[in-house]
């Protein structure tokens, strides 16, 4: 404290440090006294008093301006746990002793109005800051199991922090002075000005990607608001705003207002996301790490950047081209498609996931009319594919490309599989789709209809076929195998979706049951919905787990509970029974126990706690069999290749291997057929290449500090929602080049850990693409032999380095990677200094014209001189020539090690392509 009143020798001794390189330091004026305010900041559970007691001593002894930060426990229990748990939809569990350690309300009261005193008293300003991180239960995986506690920031926390300043700030009469610390980030900024809840710290917002320079967005958009709203100053835009010529009244208006308002807002509220994290399964690497987690995420590899780079310039004919290069049902994949790219999607941690789907579709529908692909070969190979759906679609189209002749046999009049049969037109388009049908049959697929398998018919395909592939999907619902569902009035949703897609008629009463969680028992629920509608019916879906546990996707199950169908949760049917009008289901609570396979919480029955529901009709939807009556065995064996135990020909995917799965896995499971045989005719695929560079590094920094909401999409009105119209309309050409604008392109540039480590730890450096051969060198009695080359290459133009002296290894730098790995242990770790250097292992360090290389007590050293690359280490000496030829290798001692030339290019890789950078 003594230091932050009078500095002036610690300021002298950095100037004269500073002389050397900077003389004209000596001309800047720097004030001694640092500061003369303190925020006083506790942890959790400190006792009230003591809080008093050292904001006293600030206050009087030091004469200090002073604030206390509190706290958001503030709020009591029933009012924060009711915005959190109830209004906000978090599961985070804040326990009832995070309450009874922390400040409490009245106490908080008495303890402003003493030290306000005491502040007038010594003349100097007395403040709140609000509010600290909220103390709750450690109930994931994501820290150690032996932290009890974990503390929430950010957009949860924000309004929770706001109705804490607006609970304080009403009982004082707009008088305090409060700071504000919560979640606050460029689009709640000018509201959190007009309260008057200044100044403003940002923290969690500026460790997400574009880190410290979201900030100018914060001012640019208080100076656009302030504009539109004809403000000159803070003090005239606070009083417009709240409707008051007093800016004490006009802030608590504001305050009062905005509190409200941020229980609703969907941004603060727990994603529908399925998965929340940008992470992926793919291994980090020292080098090259570039790849797009949306790619990543897509079981076909589609091109996603580029495909909407096209689309952002208007080039639809371009982007249609660069779906269907890995995309052979671009229609159906853009109405149906489960789109895990889009929660993987690298502007989720920026604003909010690109439309990916929505824009495939929008191309996919105005440019399905010119498809172009053919095939100029013609191979004297045939290749069978049972069954019409997404995977065997996908083998034909793959296999016809090469000029494969395909011959597909279908059981129903139509294609496109359980997509065409049973998911209902107010999600799918059926012309669109058949597009995607008949531009397959194009390129020469036989597509033979209503033709029923039997083991006949299927010994006669074999035996004309050099290949085939079984893509016969699970085409039969799952019973539930409880008494009493053998009645008339119970169907599953394959049957039921099936006749109201045809047109059957099918009664189903005035209410209707639907027993499942997953996309088709949300398409059952909704069709039933629409059916019963009319009678002003109602529609029960019943989960015997939770809503955050359902397999379905969050939109599908979001649009099922606008629609008003009842969800019923932790909900498990016993049995059937008829009742006097219809059936009653006869069911039993169940709560959540120990995670399953899935990583699911397993459902567990509570004892005695039976009781009946009744319905005129109860459709089941918990699951798909698969239908294999043709084969001898009546069972589907493969190997890891795909292949039917006991044939070498025969293959099988999609659901008929998997169960009911997803669209884009039947289709990846149709490709990687094709990709197999292709590759066992040693027949090379036409390769998709990149033919643009995308974005520049200025313009992708731009972009990756901006962050630009989406404009969503527009929807049916609820209440013309009883008819089996589209209920998401096509996108326009202008929102399509807006929403496909806000991509990164980050296929091209990633540099997302340089970004979110708040110390600057981590490096970007460009470089031209590096190669080199290498020789691998045997060494014995004394004598070197090379044995052969391999290639070091570095290939793209953006590579990644860590200061190891800057670094504190927080570990955010891993939470935003979109690899598996974490960039602060994978990435080359530099020491700047020789201190950091010598205590560390597994260092670089680079001093003159040297790279030093420390790893398990090996110090290996590497210097470029006179065209030779010298080389030494614990174990050897070797020079090499510019070209990586052996000059001369010496053994320092006897011993066993082997000489790694592959780390003597890689260090040759560092010490040209840095140069002086570190």
């Given at each position: 404290?003594?230091?932050?009143?009078?500095?002036?020798f610690?300021?002298?001794?950095?100037?004269?440090?500073?002389?050397?390189?900077y003389?004209?330091?000596?001309?800047?004026?720097?004030?001694?006294?640092?500061?003369?305010?303190?925020?006083l900041?506790?942890?959790?559970?400190c006792?009230p008093?003591?809080?008093?007691?050292?904001?006293?001593?600030?206050?009087?002894?030091?004469?200090?301006?002073?604030?206390v930060?509190?706290?958001p426990?503030?709020?009591?229990?029933?009012?924060?746990r009711?915005?959190?748990?109830?209004?906000?939809?978090?599961?985070?569990?804040?326990?009832?002793?995070?309450?009874?350690?922390?400040l409490?309300?009245e106490?908080?009261?008495?303890?402003?109005?003493?030290?306000?005193?005491?502040?007038n008293e010594?003349?100097?300003?007395?403040?709140?800051?609000?509010t600290?991180?909220?103390?709750s239960?450690?109930?994931?995986?994501?820290?150690?199991?032996?932290?009890?506690?974990?503390?929430?920031?950010?957009?949860?926390?924000?309004?929770?922090?706001?109705?804490?300043?607006?609970l304080?700030?009403?009982?004082?009469?707009?008088?305090?002075d409060?700071?504000?610390?919560?979640?606050?980030?460029?689009?709640?900024?000018?509201d959190?000005?007009?309260?008057?809840?200044?100044?403003?710290?940002?923290?969690?917002?500026?460790l997400?990607?574009?880190?410290?320079?979201?900030?100018?967005?914060?001012?640019?958009?208080?100076?656009?608001?302030?504009?539109?709203?004809?403000?000159?100053?803070?003090?005239d835009?606070?009083?417009?705003?709240?409707?008051?010529?007093?800016?004490?009244?006009?802030?608590?208006?504001n305050?009062n207002?905005?509190?409200?308002?941020?229980?609703?807002?969907?941004?603060?509220?727990k994603?529908?996301?399925?998965?929340?994290?940008?992470?992926?399964?793919?291994?980090?690497?020292?080098?090259?790490?570039?790849?797009?987690?949306?790619?990543?995420?897509?079981a076909?590899?589609?091109?996603?950047p580029q495909?909407?780079?096209?689309?952002?310039?208007?080039?639809?004919?371009?982007?249609y081209?660069?779906i269907?290069?890995?995309?052979?049902?671009?229609?159906?994949t853009?109405?149906?498609?489960?789109?895990?790219?889009?929660?993987?999607?690298?502007?989720?941690?920026?604003?909010?996931?690109?439309?990916?789907?929505?824009?495939?579709?929008?191309?996919?529908?105005?440019?399905?009319?010119?498809?172009?692909?053919?095939?100029?070969?013609?191979?004297?190979?045939?290749?069978?594919v049972?069954?019409?759906?997404?995977?065997?679609?996908?083998?034909?189209?793959?296999?016809?490309?090469?000029?494969?002749?395909?011959?597909?046999y279908?059981?129903r009049?139509?294609?496109?599989?359980?997509?065409?049969?049973?998911?209902?037109?107010?999600?799918?388009?059926?012309?669109?789709?058949?597009?995607?049908?008949?531009?397959?049959?194009?390129?020469?697929?036989?597509?033979?209809?209503?033709?029923?398998?039997?083991?006949?018919?299927?010994?006669?395909?074999?035996?004309?076929?050099?290949?085939?592939?079984?893509?016969?999907?699970?085409?039969?619902?799952?019973?539930?195998?409880?008494?009493g569902?053998?009645?008339?009035k119970?169907?599953?949703?394959?049957?039921?979706?099936?006749?109201?897609?045809?047109?059957?008629?099918?009664?189903?009463g005035k209410?209707v049951?639907?027993?499942?969680?997953?996309?088709?028992?949300?398409?059952?629920?909704?069709?039933?919905?629409?059916?019963?509608s009319?009678?002003?019916?109602?529609?029960?879906?019943?989960?015997?787990?939770?809503?955050?546990?359902?397999?379905?996707?969050?939109?599908?199950?979001?649009?099922?509970?606008?629609?008003?169908?009842?969800?019923?949760?932790?909900?498990a049917?016993?049995?059937?029974?008829?009742?006097?009008?219809?059936?009653?289901?006869?069911?039993?609570?169940?709560?959540?126990?120990?995670?399953?396979?899935s990583?699911r919480?397993?459902?567990?029955?509570?004892?005695?706690?039976?009781?009946s529901?009744?319905?005129?009709?109860?459709?089941?939807?918990?699951?798909?069999?698969?239908?294999?009556?043709?084969?001898?065995?009546?069972?589907?064996?493969v190997?890891?290749?795909?292949?039917?135990?006991?044939y070498?020909?025969?293959?099988?995917?999609?659901?008929?291997?998997?169960?009911?799965?997803?669209?884009?896995?039947?289709?990846?499971?149709?490709?990687?057929?094709?990709?197999?045989?292709?590759?066992?005719?040693?027949?090379?695929?036409?390769?998709?290449i990149?033919?643009?560079?995308?974005?520049?590094?200025?313009?992708?920094?731009?972009?990756?500090?901006?962050r630009?909401?989406?404009?969503?999409?527009?929807?049916?009105?609820l209440?013309?929602?009883?008819?089996?119209?589209?209920?998401?309309?096509?996108?326009?050409?202008?929102?399509?080049?807006?929403?496909?604008?806000r991509?990164?392109?980050?296929?091209?540039?990633c540099?997302?850990c340089?970004?979110?480590?708040?110390?600057?730890?981590?490096?970007?450096?460009?470089?031209?693409?590096?190669?080199?051969?290498?020789?691998?060198?045997?060494?014995?009695n004394?004598?070197y032999?090379?044995?052969?080359?391999?290639?070091?290459?570095?290939?793209?133009?953006?590579?990644?380095?860590?200061?190891?002296?800057f670094?504190?290894?927080?570990?955010?730098?891993?939470?935003?990677?979109?690899?598996?790995?974490?960039?602060?242990?994978?990435?080359?770790?530099?020491?700047?200094?020789?201190?950091?250097?010598q205590?560390?292992?597994?260092?670089?360090?680079?001093?003159?014209?040297?790279?030093?290389y420390k790893?398990?007590?090996?110090?290996?050293?590497?210097?470029?001189?006179?065209?030779?690359?010298?080389?030494?280490s614990?174990?050897?000496?070797?020079?090499?020539?510019?070209?990586?030829?052996?000059?001369?290798?010496?053994?320092?001692?006897?011993?066993?090690?082997?000489?790694?030339?592959?780390?003597?290019?890689?260090?040759?890789?560092?010490?040209?392509a840095?140069?002086?950078?570190?």
């Open positions: 404290l003594n230091k932050m009143l009078d500095s002036s610690e300021i002298e001794k950095k100037k004269n440090q500073l002389d050397k390189i003389p004209r330091i000596n001309d800047v004026e720097i004030p001694s006294q640092i500061s003369n305010n303190v925020t900041s506790t942890m959790h559970g006792p008093d003591e809080i008093e007691k050292i904001a006293q001593h600030l206050i009087e002894d030091w004469k200090f301006h002073t604030a930060k509190l706290n426990t503030i709020l009591g229990k029933e009012k924060l009711e915005i959190l748990n109830e209004k906000l939809n978090y599961n985070i569990v804040v326990p009832d002793e995070a309450f009874e350690h922390d409490k309300f106490d908080a009261v008495k303890l402003i109005e003493r030290l306000t005193q005491k502040a010594n003349n100097v300003e007395f403040g709140l800051k609000m600290n991180t909220l103390e239960l450690n109930s994931t995986d994501f820290l150690p199991t032996k932290e009890n506690m974990v503390y929430m920031s950010g957009r949860a926390l924000h309004p929770i922090t706001v109705n804490a300043a607006a304080l700030q009403n009982q004082f009469n707009g008088e305090l409060i700071s504000f610390s919560g979640g606050a980030d460029a689009f709640n900024f000018a959190l000005v007009a309260c008057n809840l200044t100044p403003v710290t940002v923290c969690s917002d500026l997400k990607p574009g880190g410290y320079s979201r900030l100018p967005q914060y001012l640019e958009n208080l100076l656009q608001i302030m504009d539109e709203s004809n403000c000159n100053s803070i003090e835009y606070i009083t417009k705003k709240g409707d008051s010529n007093n800016v004490k009244d006009a802030s608590l208006n305050l207002k905005y509190a409200g308002e941020t229980i609703k807002t969907p941004r603060y509220k994603s529908v996301l399925k998965n929340q994290t940008i992470k992926t399964k793919r291994e980090l690497t020292p080098l090259d790490c570039i790849h797009s987690p949306c790619i990543e995420a897509c076909i590899d589609q091109a996603v495909y909407l780079y096209h689309a952002s310039n208007g080039d639809f004919v371009k982007s081209r660069s269907i290069n890995e995309n052979p049902l671009p229609n159906m853009g109405m149906v498609c489960d789109h895990l790219c889009q929660t993987k999607c690298t502007r989720m941690n920026i604003d909010d996931s690109l439309l990916i789907r929505e824009i495939k579709r929008f191309v996919s529908a105005k440019e399905s009319d010119l498809f172009y692909r053919k095939s100029n070969q013609i191979r004297n190979k045939k290749v069978a049972i069954g019409a759906g997404p995977s065997g679609l996908s083998a034909a189209y793959f296999l016809a490309l090469e000029g494969i002749d395909v011959d597909v279908e059981s009049s139509f294609g496109g599989g359980m997509a065409s049969a049973t998911i209902p037109k107010f999600r799918i388009d059926e012309d669109a789709l058949n597009k995607d049908i008949e531009n397959i049959k194009s390129l020469g697929v036989n597509i033979h209809y209503n033709t029923r398998i039997d083991q006949t018919k299927f010994d006669e395909i074999n035996n004309n076929s050099d290949y085939v592939y079984l893509a016969i999907g699970a085409q039969k619902g799952k019973p539930l195998r409880i008494e569902e053998d009645n008339e119970v169907i599953d949703q394959i049957t039921f979706l099936e006749k109201v897609k045809n047109n059957q008629n099918i009664s189903i209410t049951a639907v027993i499942g969680g997953g996309n088709s028992a949300m398409d059952a629920a909704r069709t039933a919905k629409r059916l019963v009319q009678i002003n019916g109602e529609v029960t879906v019943i989960y015997r787990r939770t809503k955050n546990e359902m397999p379905a996707d969050k939109e599908e199950i979001k649009e099922l509970l606008e629609e008003g169908i009842i969800l019923l949760e932790l909900t049917p016993v049995n059937i029974d008829k009742s006097e009008t219809g059936l009653n289901l006869n069911c039993i609570k169940m709560r959540l126990g120990e995670p399953d396979d990583g919480r397993r459902p567990v029955e509570i004892p005695n706690s039976n009781f529901l009744e319905f005129d009709t109860i459709i089941t939807a918990i699951g798909q069999d698969i239908v294999l009556d043709f084969l001898p065995e009546q069972k589907l064996s190997d890891s290749d795909g292949c039917l135990e006991g070498e020909n025969i293959y099988a995917g999609g659901d008929a291997v998997r169960g009911a799965d997803s669209l884009i896995n039947a289709i990846a499971d149709g490709k990687n057929f094709a990709d197999k045989i292709l590759s066992q005719l040693n027949i090379s695929e036409s390769q998709n990149n033919d643009s560079a995308k974005i520049e590094l200025k313009k992708y920094q731009q972009k990756l500090a901006k630009i909401y989406s404009d969503g999409l527009k929807t049916m009105p209440e013309k929602r009883d008819s089996f119209e589209t209920v998401i309309p096509l996108l326009d050409d202008e929102a399509v080049i807006k929403e496909a604008s991509c990164l392109f980050c296929d091209e540039i540099n997302i340089v970004s979110v480590c708040p110390n600057l730890a981590n490096y970007y450096y460009e470089i031209d693409p590096f190669s080199v051969n290498y020789p691998l060198i045997e060494i014995s004394g004598e032999k090379v044995v052969g080359h391999q290639t070091f290459s570095v290939e793209q133009k953006y590579q990644i380095l860590n200061l190891y002296d670094c504190n290894e927080c570990g955010n730098c891993d939470t935003f990677c979109p690899t598996a790995g974490a960039p602060y242990k994978v990435k080359p770790r530099f020491c700047i200094s020789e201190v950091s250097f205590n560390e292992d597994n260092v670089y360090m680079k001093n003159d014209n040297k790279l030093f790893n398990n007590g090996n110090l290996s050293t590497l210097l470029i001189k006179d065209d030779k690359i010298i080389f030494t614990n174990y050897y000496e070797a020079i090499f020539d510019d070209q990586f030829h052996p000059i001369e290798i010496t053994k320092k001692y006897n011993h066993d090690k082997d000489l790694d030339t592959k780390k003597i290019a890689e260090m040759y890789y560092y010490q040209t840095l140069g002086d950078f570190v």
